[in-house]
């Protein structure tokens, strides 16, 4: 048997929803576990002081990478049979900086927001609100943005595929990256004045 079970048939289609509920419940307890629900705790990748956002994402990033790139090569999954979104270059830019602008000043991610909303923080309701009402507009004003959203389509590209290296090898600089990631930011936590949340 190889996965992913669902699009191969090993499970029925039907159960996608209820996976992708336990999933989210489970992605949910984890943020808030970590501390993600608390913006001055997000923050503090932006300010220097707590890089716990950098290092629990960028372990579940490797953790996710080597466990798939392990079961494709004792032969438990079928990466011809995985999804992979198209990459829009230009949407991706564009995306990533308003983004990043909303994170910035709002101390939230969509993610975060909604799980801060779950314990009943107030400052992380109105960013939810202001998300919901960004979305709407987004919508209405689909047809002036399309050409935005849908231009420099380089296809269900993977970064290894992109860089022209293998699958191991991109693993391998990456688990190198993430822990000349985790170095720096230690430096870095060690010289910036600790914030008490």
């Known amino acids: 048997m190889t996965g992913p079970l669902i699009p191969l048939g090993y499970i029925p289609e039907a159960w996608n929803n209820v996976f992708a509920v336990l999933l989210g419940m489970g992605f949910g307890f984890t943020l808030e576990s970590s501390g993600f629900s608390s913006s001055r705790k997000i923050m503090g990748t932006f300010y220097g002081y707590d890089f716990v956002v950098l290092k629990?994402?960028?372990?579940?990033?490797?953790?996710?990478?080597?466990?798939?790139?392990?079961?494709?090569q004792i032969g438990w999954a079928d990466f011809?049979?995985?999804?992979?979104?198209?990459?829009?270059?230009?949407?991706?830019?564009?995306?990533?900086?308003?983004?990043?602008?909303?994170?910035?000043?709002?101390?939230y991610c969509p993610g975060t927001s909604f799980c801060a909303v779950a314990i009943g923080k107030?400052?992380?309701?109105?960013?939810?609100?202001?998300?919901?009402?960004?979305?709407?507009?987004?919508?209405?004003?689909?047809?002036?943005?399309?050409?935005?959203?849908?231009?420099?389509n380089l296809g269900a590209l993977r970064v290894n595929e992109a860089l022209g290296i293998s699958a191991g090898l991109f693993t391998f600089l990456l688990i190198l990256i993430a822990l000349g990631m985790f170095w720096v930011a230690t430096i870095v936590q060690g010289k910036v004045k600790k914030v008490e949340y």
């Open 122 to 152: 107030i400052d992380a309701l109105l960013f939810s609100a202001g998300l919901l009402v960004g979305i709407f507009i987004f919508s209405e004003a689909f047809p002036l943005m399309e050409k935005i959203y849908e231009s420099g």
């Open 80 to 107: 011809s049979a995985m999804y992979v979104l198209p990459t829009y270059m230009a949407a991706a830019i564009t995306g990533g900086v308003i983004m990043g602008m909303g994170f910035a000043m709002g101390g």
């Open 56 to 72: 629990v994402f960028f372990t579940a990033a490797i953790t996710a990478v080597v466990g798939l790139l392990y079961l494709d």
